[in-house]
Every structure is written in C-alpha cells, then in structure tokens.
C-alpha cells in the first residue's frame, strides 16, 4: 500500500485529502497542535519550524509520496512574523524537495494563486510571478526552493473553498455561515477568482500523481467568477437570501492594498494533460450543497479535538 505524509494534516485541504485518501492508501498525518480526535487515520504531532522536523519524520514514516500542505497561510500572520512565514513557506518546502530528491520520495507541494499580483489576470504557468506582501513572497520562494533541489516534485497552485474543523476556515464557510445566520454581509464585485471546492482539488490531485506528472500546474477551476457571484451561487444553491450580500467594490471596503484584483489562472495545461474539462463553478457549489446535505458539516467538526 502506498504510504503518504501528509503535512497540515488539521487544516483546510490537509484534512479534507487525508479524508478522501485514507480508504486507498495509508496516511500519516502531520499536525503542529493537538486539534484531531477520533480519526479514521494516523496523526503525528510534530513542529515543523524544529530545524530536523522532516529529516526525523522521513526516516521513521519512509514514505512513498509527500503531500506538503502545512502552511502559514493567514496573510496577516504573515506581515506580523515574516521570519516564521520564510521558515514554514519556503525554507521547510526547500528541505523537503532536498531530501525527497535524494530518497526518491514523490513530492507534491502546494502553492498559491497569489504568486501573481492580480493586475492582469488569466495567468499561464509561463507567466511570470509577481508575489505581493510577505505570504505570496515566501509562497513564491517556497516554489523556487522546491523547484531548484528536485525538479520532479509536482507544485500546484491552488484557491479552494470548503469545509474545515473549525467551521470558519474558507471563503464558503464565511458566506454560508453568515447567510445562515441572516446576516449582510459584503461581496466584491472586481475581485476575481477560479476556486475549487477542496474535495474536487483533492480528486485532481490524485489523478496528477497518477499520471506522475511533475512541475508547475494551476490546479483551479476552469470558470473564474467574482467573490460577489461566487457568494451569490451559494445563496441560491441553499436557498438562502441573496440580499444579504452587498455588491461593493474592493476600493469602498479600505482592504485594498492588501488584495490582488484578478488572480484568474489559465488551466489549459492541467485540462490537456489529464484529457478532461476541469470542473466548473456550479458543479463545485451542487457539491458543497451535496456534502451539507450528507452531514458532512457536522462529520468534519466532529474531529476537532476540545
Ligand atoms: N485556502 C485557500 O484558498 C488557499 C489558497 C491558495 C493557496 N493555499 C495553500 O494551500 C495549502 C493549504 O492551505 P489551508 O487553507 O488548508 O491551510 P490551513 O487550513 O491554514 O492549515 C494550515 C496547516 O498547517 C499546519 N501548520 C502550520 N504551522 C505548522 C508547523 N509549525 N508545524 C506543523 N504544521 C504546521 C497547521 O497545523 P495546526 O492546525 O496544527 O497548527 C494546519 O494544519 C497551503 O500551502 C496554502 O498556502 C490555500
């Protein structure tokens, strides 16, 4: 059985994978914290700033493939501790590409849609980056560490939306919870995304790394859409109000220094070497509106450690 670490085991997209892979292959899941209980795979508790973290993990766990999903994430985590968001972003990703590299261990790291800077929008891969703030900065040298010390590891870059144990961890959770609760909140209508829903990210995932493909991929929907329609399509799919969310402007709500207005991506290359549409954004939505309706709100929560 092919035997996977997978980093940021407690997170977003690290649980959401561990979840969907663990009937298929054997996973060790990483986590900083005590936040998993009751799960229906195996969780280190490492910290993975310790200077020999990965060394340690790699010799004891021998894995087959590396899923690199641990991140400082939180942008403004990241402007208040730069040094933290070079050494868990960049450097950690660099060491891993090392020693993957040299024991012949498949590496799958995951970067951002943000190593752009938003002006232009409809990125290629052969577009060049042009990373804004300290995230997107350590994102972007996280991929060049990656790329530098092992050429075969798959990098892809990602924006995705779905359920966490916390409840607040994405952009859906924000609209759906708000529009559950009755209240307004805003929706921008000149910033531009191509988000996944993370459970259709991780089906693609596997795929990839059947294929055994390797390099950069903008691993995202192939329909872009603004953050006003997207919340928007999820008040309709669950039949909420969609008055509730204001039409604004990025320039009315003060945060626009910090945001990248078009971080559209072209996924024509992904969609050609896997032969297939990538999904769309209604067929996402009907899924986050399948998986609510399965219980799976309440599944994923239900892992969180009190
Ligand atoms: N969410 C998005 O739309 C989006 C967009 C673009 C790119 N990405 C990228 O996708 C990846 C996954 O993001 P996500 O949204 O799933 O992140 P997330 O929910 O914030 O989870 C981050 C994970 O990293 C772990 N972690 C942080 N510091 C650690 C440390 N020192 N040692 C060990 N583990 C540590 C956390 O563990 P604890 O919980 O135990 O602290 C957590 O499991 C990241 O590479 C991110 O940059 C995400």
Do not use: W
Not at 132 to 155: H, M, Q, R, T
Not at 165 to 189: A, D, H, P, V, Y
Not at 190 to 198: A, E, G, N, R
């Amino acid at each position: 059985m092919t035997r996977c670490l997978v980093t940021g085991a407690s997170g977003l997209l690290g649980l959401n994978l561990c979840l969907q892979f663990s009937p298929e292959f054997e996973i060790i899941g990483v986590s900083n914290t005590n936040s998993l209980t009751n799960i229906p795979f195996q969780v280190v508790k490492k910290d993975l700033k310790e200077p020999a973290a990965i060394k340690n993990l790699i010799d004891q766990y021998k894995p087959d493939i590396i899923f690199h999903c641990a991140a400082i994430a939180n942008i403004d985590q990241c402007e208040l501790n730069p040094d933290l968001a070079f050494r868990i972003n960049a450097e950690l990703p660099g060491e891993m590409a090392y020693l993957s590299k040299r024991q012949g261990i498949k590496l799958v790291h995951i970067s951002t849609d943000a190593v752009f800077d938003g002006q232009k929008g409809n990125y290629s891969e052969e577009d060049q980056p042009n990373p804004l703030g300290v995230y997107a900065k350590s994102k972007l040298d996280g991929e060049n560490y990656v790329f530098a010390n092992n050429p075969e590891a798959l990098i892809a870059r990602v924006n995705f939306y779905g359920y966490s144990i916390t409840g607040k961890r994405s952009l859906s959770e924000f609209f759906l919870n708000n529009l559950l609760q009755n209240n307004s909140m805003l929706g921008f209508t000149d910033v531009f995304f191509c988000p996944l829903i993370v459970n259709d990210l991780v089906d693609l995932l596997h795929e990839m790394i059947h294929a055994d493909l390797c390099g950069i991929y903008h691993t995202l929907s192939c329909e872009p859409l603004s953050k006003y329609k997207f919340g928007c399509m999820i008040a309709e799919r669950f039949s909420l109000n969609s008055d509730l969310i204001k039409p604004v402007s990025v320039y009315e709500s003060g945060l626009v220094a910090t945001r990248s207005l078009n971080l559209t991506l072209q996924t024509q290359k992904l969609s050609s070497t896997l032969d297939k549409k990538l999904p769309d954004q209604l067929s996402g939505i009907n899924r986050l509106f399948a998986l609510y309706q399965e219980g799976y709100v309440e599944k994923i929560k239900n892992f969180q450690a009190n």
